[in-house]
T-cell receptor, first 114, second 114 residues
Framework: AQTVTQSQPEMSVQEAETVTLSCTYDTSESDYYLFWYKQPPSRQMILVIRQEAYKQQNATENRFSVNFQKAAKSFSLKISDSQLGDAAMYFCAFDTSGTYKYIFGTGTRLKVLA | ETGVTQSPTHLIKTRGQQVTLRCSSQSGHNTVSWYQQALGQGPQFIFQYYREEENGRGNFPPRFSGLQFPNYSSELNVNALELDDSALYLC?????????????FGPGTRLLVL
């Protein structure tokens, strides 16, 4: 069975600084997708960034980038130039073969300090 | 916003009662997945419907059931409510039952069982 682990329950970052959120996963599958989702308080969960396992190149979306280490089964999220609006719960998610049946980690609460 | 809506936003029930939660997917999305998010946890996959048929279930008992309708709406029904059913229930829609796109999440229904 697949598992997703987020070992940092809470992280803090100063505005304009860089922060990295960690995620590890366990699977025997070769075809899968990894995601980072952001869940602001009382608001909808939205996609931050997506990585296809078959792609060696790390995904990047503006200030957000990932460090995908397939052999180590690690998928960390780097947020550069942190903004107050980045404060939220961040969830790492795994999807086998694009079935849309996600397995989520327990989340990391990110606080951004002004 | 993601174009996925859920109703009601909040609900209070007592143990043993039954509840129906509703979701309206993005137009054209044939797949809807339901997740249970307990307080302080990541979402857990309940089940998925594709073209009005159940297409996979997580580790949830049969008292959790669902329906999907041709108009891109769906329901999650929970019978014989238990205290541990208190959670945020999320639905997510996607264009097919398999693919590389992301799911789009609704804002959730927060259920409290007393």
């Amino acid at each position: 069975a697949q598992t997703v682990t987020q070992s940092q329950p809470e992280m803090s970052v100063q505005e304009a600084e860089t922060v990295t959120l960690s995620c590890t996963y366990d699977t025997s599958e070769s075809d899968y997708y990894l995601f980072w989702y952001k869940q602001p308080p009382s608001r909808q969960m939205i996609l931050v960034i997506r990585q296809e396992a078959y792609k060696q190149q790390n995904a990047t979306e503006n200030r957000f980038s990932v460090n995908f280490q397939k052999a180590a089964k690690s998928f960390s999220l780097k947020i550069s130039d942190s903004q107050l609006g980045d404060a939220a719960m961040y969830f790492c998610a795994f999807d086998t073969s694009g079935t849309y049946k996600y397995i989520f980690g327990t989340g990391t609460r990110l606080k951004v300090l002004a | 916003e993601t174009g996925v809506t859920q109703s009601p936003t909040h609900l209070i029930k007592t143990r043993g009662q039954q509840v129906t939660l509703r979701c309206s997917s993005q137009s054209g999305h044939n797949t809807v997945s339901w997740y249970q998010q307990a307080l302080g946890q990541g979402p857990q996959f309940i089940f998925q419907y594709y073209r009005e048929e159940e297409n996979g279930r997580g580790n949830f008992p049969p008292r959790f059931s669902g329906l999907q309708f041709p108009n891109y709406s769906s329901e999650l029904n929970v019978n014989a409510l238990e205290l541990d059913d208190s959670a945020l229930y999320l639905c997510a829609s996607s264009p097919g039952d398999r693919g590389s796109e992301t799911q789009y999440f609704g804002p959730g229904t927060r259920l409290l069982v007393l």
